[in-house]
């Protein structure tokens, strides 16, 4: 049971938090990463920054975001204004999630997230995660991403294998391979038990309009 209310709540505030990824965003072509592992910031492309500077705690106020992708890898970071990047709250009572939202451009019904998370009593861990609020309680975890929290810089680097989203036939159906182009934002947010809900503490919205391209 508290696994499912848990699950419910996440994805409400994911959801229903932000509306549909909007057509008009700001367009970025975004770096291009040819190394190994996950890049340094340097070799990301900033897509927002400074955005809400009065949220506390300063661990879910995001500060910047960054993307940047390579043939078979998305890379993305999440700045915060004071980066130790903690799950969850004191005693337990409170959770706290970090993701990377990728969506078709003006829908919302499935999305995609990169998500730094560690729930155990909903068996929510750090994963790509597919969210489908047709369907309800519909939060699937559909693949492994690496990261890595740089606390000394408030930095969360994520990356995912675009074959992971392409396995998936509702993201195949709309992602063009020869001319990509998606809804990218970043949202924190928090989820307390008593009372049982999740608030989205701070978000990119609306997010940039993706478009890789050599």
């Not at 009065?54 to 960054?66: F, S």
């Not at 036939?169 to 063009?176: E, H, Q, S, T, V």
Request: proline share 6%.
């Amino acid at each position: 049971m508290k696994r499912t209310l848990i699950l419910c709540i996440i994805l409400l505030a994911v959801l229903y938090a932000n509306p549909a990824f909007a057509v008009t965003v700001e367009a970025v072509k975004p770096a291009i990463y040819s190394g190994t592992g996950l890049p340094k910031l340097s070799q990301m492309t900033r897509l927002s920054g400074n955005l809400h500077k009065q949220i506390k705690p300063g661990y879910l106020r995001i500060a910047a975001d960054y993307f940047c992708y390579s043939d078979d890898r998305f890379y993305t970071a999440i700045q915060t204004s004071r980066g130790s990047f903690p799950g969850s709250g004191k005693l337990g009572t409170a959770w706290y999630s970090y993701m990377t939202i990728i969506g078709k451009p003006g829908n919302d019904d499935i999305v995609w997230a990169l998500a730094y998370i560690n729930v155990p009593m909903a068996k929510l861990r750090p994963g790509l995660y597919r969210i489908d609020k047709r369907k309800k309680h519909d939060l699937v975890r559909i693949g492994d991403i690496e990261f890595h929290v740089d606390k000394e810089n408030s930095l969360l680097r994520m990356s995912c294998k675009i074959s992971d989203l392409l396995a998936d036939p509702d993201f195949a159906a709309w992602y063009n391979k020869d001319t990509p182009r998606f809804g990218l934002l970043s949202i924190t947010s928090s989820t307390t038990i008593l009372p049982m809900k999740t608030t989205t503490v701070d978000s990119t919205y609306p997010g940039r309009l993706i478009i890789p391209g050599k």
